[in-house]
């Protein structure tokens, strides 16, 4: 099964506002932190990663906060938009292995 | 620029029929390559991934196997098919060069066993 797990299954925000979506993981020996999106019938699409020597990492809108203490890792979306409505999923990277491991998905919606 | 095609895009087939899902990469040199199944209300489910020709590392026991007979092309099969075996399968790759990357996804195929 999978050994990254998220908190919420469903997020739902107003337009405008700053989403937050959680996820916990358990091998402390992953060093490689992935955030994905995906809409309804594709793939997966990268959003973001952040390396276990960072904890935290900005891109354009979205935050990345790794907190390798209680293992912990969150994706923030600031003014969050129709557009972001989707599953976001994290995932992790085994240290030592090629292996890509991903969590349950939170899906968020974003209302009008 | 890379790409990776994934195909067919759905695919309906009776219980107890085989099956043969086809990925291949474009643009890139000794991938690795995953699979993974994805089933409703659930996240991403690693089935297998593969560093190079002929090498399969199976993450799940089940009723389907994977092969590499080119360094690009990564092939899902299964002899009979299950019920249980619906569901959204997807491919992916990313560069092996020993650095943290992030994998690549196909769009998908969507298997339904009636």
């Known amino acids: 099964g999978e050994s990254v797990g998220l908190h919420l299954p469903t997020l739902s925000v107003q337009e405008g506002d700053n989403s937050i979506i959680n996820c916990a993981y358990s091998n402390s020996a992953s060093d490689y932190f992935i955030w994905y999106k995906q809409e309804s019938g594709k793939g997966p699409q990268f959003i973001i990663d952040i390396r276990s020597n960072m904890d935290k990492r900005q891109g354009q809108r979205v935050t990345v906060l790794l907190n390798k203490t209680v293992k912990h890792l969150s994706l923030q979306i600031a003014a969050t938009q129709p557009g972001d409505s989707a599953v976001y999923f994290c995932a992790e990277n085994q240290g030592g292995s090629e292996k890509l491991v991903f969590g349950k998905g939170t899906k968020l919606t974003v209302n009008p | 620029s890379q790409t990776i095609h994934q195909w067919p895009a759905t695919l309906v087939q009776p219980v107890g029929s085989p099956l043969s899902l086809e990925c291949t990469v474009e643009g890139t040199s000794n991938p690795n390559l995953y699979w993974y199944r994805q089933a409703a209300g659930r996240g991403l489910q690693l089935l297998f991934y593969?560093?190079?020709?002929?090498?399969i590392s199976s993450e799940v026991p089940q009723n389907l196997s994977a092969s590499r007979p080119q360094d690009r092309q990564f092939i899902l099969s299964s002899k009979k098919l299950l019920l249980s075996d619906s569901g959204f399968y997807l491919c992916?790759?990313?560069?092996?060069?020993?650095?943290?990357?992030?994998?690549?996804f196909g769009q998908g195929t969507r298997l339904t066993v009636v």
């Open positions: 992916a790759w990313k560069a092996l060069t020993g650095i943290n990357t992030e994998a690549f």
């Open positions: 593969s560093i190079g020709i002929g090498q």
